[in-house]
């Protein structure tokens, strides 16, 4: 069992942050501009040509991971590029939840949302709060369902970290959710969950 | 445990076959069920790109919380949708399709009257739909 990624939506379909654990498959690093500064240290461009800074991340960027965790996990040997940037495979990730989203309450009688799908090689998790954050796990195509973990996320560090803390702009359109502790917090809090390993 | 529906999307995506079994969905109309298709064969093509490890196959279950979606893709490119009630066990869904798919090839492949991709009319096909869903 394993966890891949963690991305986070605004309620204007932006990516606001992300983080990965076992990623394998690594997105190419996003065009400028196309991302949010501080969303993610792993996939932002800038910093991901500075090999030394990334390693200086360790102990709370999701880039850790990738680099030093067990053969364990390596399902395809080395990790391999993907096609795809990560701003382009953001929007995707956003444009299959939304569609999911509408097609799941076209077909329940009463008010349903989509809460996960499966296909071989991984399952994605859906958690959407009331203010219109969406929260988006990617694990083993085995794990049970993890809304309750992205709902802990939600009331745990997220709102003590990002929505309590007064220099956070929400809905700033400028910028990712920035916060050291937050990038930590979440980071213990999926590492301690049973499925990681 | 109940099995709500049965779709057919044809590799283009288009819906060539469509059956409700058991009430406790919304009803479609023809042309809401039509998009829902077309959207499922689109997402069903993102989602096998989205893979973080390795290359990965099209949604094969999806969850919401009052039903779930079984799809089987078939190497033909058909595609093979189940809405079932969330507590079905993935098993039986699975054989569901496969058996489904033994009577569209039986049925519906091997009928000289019948046109490829074209919308499913064949009453000998209802019936051992109707049967298999009857015995699951």
């Known amino acids: 069992m394993t966890i891949y990624s963690l991305y986070i939506f605004d309620r204007h379909c932006t990516c606001v942050y992300y983080q990965d654990w076992h990623r394998t498959k690594r997105p190419r690093p996003a065009s400028s501009g196309a991302l949010l500064p501080g969303v993610s240290n792993a996939v932002s461009g800038q910093s991901d040509s500075q090999a030394g800074q990334r390693a200086s991340l360790t102990p709370t960027g999701g880039v850790v991971v990738a680099l030093g965790n067990g053969e364990l996990d390596r399902m395809d040997g080395p990790t391999s590029m993907s096609t795809l940037s990560f701003d382009e495979e953001a929007k995707l990730v956003y444009g299959v939840i939304l569609s999911l989203r509408q097609m799941v309450k076209k077909i329940a009688v009463k008010d349903d949302t989509l809460s996960n799908y499966r296909t071989s090689t991984y399952k994605l998790h859906l958690y959407e709060t009331m203010t219109g954050y969406k929260f988006v796990i990617l694990t083993d195509p085995n794990a049970e369902s993890l809304r309750f973990a992205l709902r802990q996320i939600y009331t745990g560090p997220f709102l003590d970290y990002v929505v309590r803390n007064p220099l956070m702009v929400m809905d700033s359109k400028e910028q990712g959710i920035d916060n050291e502790y937050f990038r930590a917090a979440v980071d213990r809090f999926v590492r301690g969950l049973s499925m990681y390993n | ?136």
């Open chain 2, 1 to 136: 445990m109940a099995i709500y529906s049965l779709w057919v999307i044809n590799k283009a995506g288009g819906l060539v076959y469509q059956r409700t079994f058991n009430e406790g969905l919304a009803p479609l109309t023809s042309n809401d069920a039509l998009v829902l298709a077309g959207t499922l064969h689109g997402i069903h093509a993102i989602t096998a790109r989205l893979s973080p490890t390795g290359s990965s196959s099209g949604c094969q279950v999806i969850e919401a919380e009052t039903f779930k979606m079984h799809v089987l893709l078939t190497a033909t490119g058909t595609k093979f949708v189940l809405l079932t009630s969330p507590a079905e066990p993935l098993t039986n869904a699975d054989l569901v399709l496969r058996r489904v798919y033994e009577a569209y090839a039986d049925g519906v492949m091997k009928n000289p009257f019948h046109t490829p991709e074209m919308p499913i009319r064949s009453e000998g096909f209802d019936t051992r739909v109707a049967a298999i869903v009857k015995g699951a």
